[in-house]
């Protein structure tokens, strides 16, 4: 039985930097790192520089370093990542 997935899409002004499905979100907040699972509830959240980890159906994680401060809103199963700037590690 495979996982439950949900949307994700990771951008800055220039260009879109990831798109996919995926089943887990590690991204860092204010207060610290947020984890977004399948069916999370409503967030919109401030993003500080930091990895954001995503997991979809391959075995090691994707990685990204946020080099800047972002907002993360969480809807439905979709999310948006919204940052000045970040890379793939």
Known sequence: MSEKLFKIHIST??????????????????LGYLGVLVDH???????VPGKIIIRDE??????FNC????????????VNVLVDEAERA
């Open 58 to 63: 391959a075995v090691q994680p994707t990685i």
């Open 67 to 78: 080099k800047s401060t972002g907002i993360l809103e969480v809807l439905k199963n979709n």
């Open 13 to 30: 002004p220039e260009k879109t930097i990831y798109e996919g499905e995926i089943s887990s979100l590690i991204a860092p907040g204010e």
């Open 41 to 47: 509830a409503p967030l919109i959240a401030n993003l």
